[in-house]
């Protein structure tokens, strides 16, 4: 079975300063891991996936996320943050079938 | 491209009341999946489909919630009867291929209260 854990179910940072939502895995296989952001009255849009190629991942919008297994981690950040990127962020496990396990999200306030 | 489209975006319904959601998964997609988000448990995943068959439904609440997909184009998750704890967003989702490597794509999602 997979899972996984968001730390921290709000995160404020400054305009222009780093960006880190924290995500832990649970997985009984190699997993594949997902980032997905969601926009107030929005579905869910994919950032990046990690699918066992290169542990770190380069998504959209100037995101990225380090999949390392020996802490099974797969942390987001971003060097910059801008007023845009505030909305909720969710990371996302999957195995060997085709279910998507979703955290709990975390939702990103950027400070003026 | 037109994207996976639900409706009806927003439902007030009393409790005791059947409630239908509908998707039209995006045309091609081959997978898909019905959540549930609330405050309280996040975003759950309730049933998969893949080429319209039931895949896991084991997150289906309950005998009160049913999901049909007739056609690749089409699917309904139905509440009968609804009650006050069923107040949620409901997203359907979509997908071509294996999702494990792939994308989901979300509708807006279906807004429910039951009073």
């Known amino acids: 079975a997979q899972s996984v854990t968001q730390l921290g179910s709000h995160v404020s940072v400054s305009e222009g300063a780093l960006v880190l939502l924290r995500c832990n895995y649970s997985s009984s296989v190699p997993p594949y891991l997902f980032w997905y952001v969601q926009y107030p009255n929005q579905g869910l849009q994919l950032l990046l996936k990690?699918?066992?190629?290169?542990?770190l991942v380069k998504g959209i919008n100037g995101f990225e996320a380090e999949f390392k297994k020996s802490e099974t981690s797969f942390h987001l950040t971003k060097p910059s943050a801008h007023m845009s990127d505030a909305a909720e962020y969710f990371c996302a496990v999957s195995g060997r079938d085709d279910k998507i396990i979703f955290g709990k999200g975390t939702r990103l306030h950027i400070l003026p | 491209d037109a994207g996976v489209i639900q409706s009806p975006r927003h439902e007030v319904t009393e409790m005791g009341q059947e409630v239908t959601l509908r998707c039209k998964p995006i045309s091609g997609h081959n997978s898909l999946f019905w959540y549930r988000q609330t405050m309280m448990r996040g975003l759950e995943l309730l049933i998969y489909?893949?080429?319209?068959?039931?895949?896991?439904d084991s997150g289906m609440p309950e005998d009160r919630f049913s999901a049909k997909m007739p056609n690749a184009s089409f699917s309904t998750l139905k509440i009968q009867p609804s009650e006050p704890r069923d107040s949620a967003v409901y997203f359907c989702?979509?997908?071509?291929?294996?999702?494990?490597?792939?994308?989901?794509?979300f509708g807006e999602g279906s807004r429910l209260t039951v009073l």
């Open positions: 489909f893949n080429n319209n068959v039931p895949i896991d």
């Open positions: 990690y699918t066992s190629a290169a542990t």
């Open positions: 989702a979509s997908s071509l291929g294996r999702t494990n490597t792939g994308e989901l794509f």
